[in-house]
């Protein structure tokens, strides 16, 4: 167990839910964070000390899912109003709108940035080409039997997707056709592709699972204390954070599934976590409608996390630090 007490950076702003984050990698001007929120704006923040840069006006509706590309320069967001949309993160308007059947559930770029996939509860995945947004979509794929929650890029030759249907698939782009399943006994409610492309991340039950995004083949598997929202894995695969049901984040060791941390800081349920590009904290998002930043080594001088005069850092006193 840690020595210091974990003190979390608080982002307001955000009027309802937070149900979804994503980070940007790191670039010449730090790393982002955006936040998907059901009062349907979706917020961009310094990564590294959860500052307020902008917020994203233009959904009808709550916003389910969002992504940024690796510099940061674009974002994209999924909402309620049947619509996805693509937007120049640095001056917060609209690039293009992409009307659906129905409610978008989830976003992701591929790996180059020249792609931007979309999942609805059409039971449909969508690939747009960002060189010729006004097209439409390149691709449409009848993926589940019921809602998708997430999509993400595999490999850029694969989608992998997660539903209702308590199922995960794993879509062949040039085929269109399914050539993987993994079936859960419960709703999989997040999916995570890790930074290196290797690790497939998903919270289903009170279970955390691991994947090779090659073979599928289940890697690990942890049980939690809680119904568990959603998973994140470190950078360096080191550890995993996780969240859900009972407002605590937990923290555990991936490789020997030892609970390190369990911190509470929220007053509702934690919707969604991720790990920062450079493993140094990890973002989480509530029902409470704010967005938590939390050190990965509590104590140590990062962001607004400052050290006194004396031995104890600043953070670690008994009031929390709230973001700009």
């Not at 691709?139 to 890029?153: D, G, N, W, Y």
């Not at 989608?159 to 794993?170: H, M, Q």
């Not at 859960?184 to 497939?200: I, Q, Y």
């Not at 930043?293 to 008994?318: C, H, I, T």
Request: overall charge negative; proline content about 3%; charged content about 20%.
């Amino acid at each position: 167990m840690t020595s210091f007490k974990q003190v979390p950076l608080t982002c307001g702003g955000h009027t309802r839910p937070v149900v979804h984050l994503d980070f940007s990698d790191v670039t010449k001007d730090g790393y982002f964070l955006i936040s998907a929120c059901k009062d349907g704006k979706p917020m961009l923040r310094q990564g590294e000390t959860g500052d307020w840069i902008g917020t994203f006006e233009g959904h009808k509706g709550a916003v389910w899912g969002v992504a940024l590309t690796q510099n940061g320069n674009l974002a994209a967001s999924g909402a309620a109003d049947f619509s996805a949309k693509l937007w120049d993160a640095r001056f917060g308007e609209v690039l293009q709108t992409f009307d659906h059947e129905h409610i978008v559930k989830s976003v992701n770029f591929n790996a180059e940035d020249t792609l931007l996939l979309t999942a609805s509860n059409e039971k449909l995945i969508r690939v747009f080409d960002l060189n010729k947004p006004e097209v439409g979509a390149l691709e449409k794929l009848s993926a589940h039997t019921s809602s998708i929650r997430h999509a993400v890029f595999l490999h850029n030759s694969r989608i992998v997707s997660v539903s209702d249907d308590l199922t995960l698939r794993v879509w062949d782009r040039n085929s269109g056709q399914e050539v993987q399943k993994v079936e859960f006994s419960s709703t999989p409610n997040s999916l995570e592709l890790s930074r290196d492309g290797a690790v497939l991340t998903v919270a289903h039950g009170t279970n955390v699972s691991f994947y090779s995004s090659d073979t599928m083949r289940l890697m690990r598997e942890v049980a939690v204390p809680t119904r568990c929202y959603s998973a994140s894995l470190a950078p360096s695969r080191a550890t995993f954070v996780c969240g859900g049901e009972d407002l605590k984040v937990y923290k555990f060791d991936y490789n020997t599934g030892t609970e390190l941390e369990s911190n509470k800081g929220h007053f509702g349920p934690v919707h969604c976590v991720r790990w920062s590009p450079d493993g140094e904290l990890y973002a989480t998002g509530s029902e409470d409608g704010t967005v938590r930043l939390w050190q990965a080594v509590p104590g140590r001088v990062y962001g607004l996390w400052k050290r006194s005069s004396d031995a104890a850092p600043l953070a670690n006193g008994f009031k929390e630090v709230a973001a700009n």
